[in-house]
C-alpha cells in the first residue's frame, strides 16, 4: 500500500504562488497532480512519469510547474500567478505505470488533499 501525504496548501492573495508537496511511503514511477472545486468534476492538472516527462492541462501552462524528486520520493507542484479560479483542494495521485496521464482512473494511490484558496 503506498501513502501519500500532501501539505503546502492554504490561503493566498491573486497573484501570489504556492508550493504543494507530495511525500510517497515508497518509490513510484508516475505522480500526478488533480484539483477539485466545490461544485466541479475533479480535473487533471499535470503529471510526470519516471524519467522527468510532463503533461499539463492547457489551462495550468505558464503558470504551473511540476517536479519530482525520485531521491525523496516527493512531487512538487509549483503555482504562480494563481487567480480565485485555482481555489480547490488538489490531491497528488500515483501508480506503477509506465506512462503518466491526466485521467483520473489512471491512478490507484491517492492522497487526502491539500486546500488551496485564492482571494481576489
Known amino acids: 500500500q503506498v501513502k501519500l501525504v500532501e501539505s503546502g496548501g492554504g490561503p493566498v492573495q491573486a497573484g501570489g504562488s504556492l508550493r504543494l508537496s507530495c511525500v510517497a511511503s515508497?518509490?513510484?514511477?508516475?505522480m500526478a497532480w488533480f484539483r477539485q472545486a466545490p461544485g466541479k468534476e475533479r480535473e487533471g492538472v499535470a503529471c510526470?512519469?519516471?524519467?522527468?516527462?510532463?503533461i499539463y492541462v492547457d489551462s495550468m501552462k505558464g503558470r504551473f510547474t511540476i517536479s519530482k524528486d525520485n531521491a525523496k520520493n516527493t512531487l512538487y507542484l509549483q503555482m504562480n500567478s494563481l487567480i480565485p479560479e485555482d481555489t480547490a483542494m488538489y490531491y497528488c495521485?500515483?501508480?506503477?505505470?509506465?506512462?503518466?496521464?491526466?485521467?483520473?482512473?489512471?491512478?490507484?494511490?491517492w492522497g487526502q488533499g491539500t486546500q488551496v484558496t485564492v482571494s481576489s
Open positions: 495521485a500515483a501508480d506503477f505505470r509506465r506512462w503518466a496521464t491526466v485521467v483520473a482512473g489512471d491512478y490507484g494511490y
Open positions: 515508497t518509490y513510484i514511477s508516475t
Open positions: 510526470i512519469d519516471s524519467v522527468g516527462n510532463v
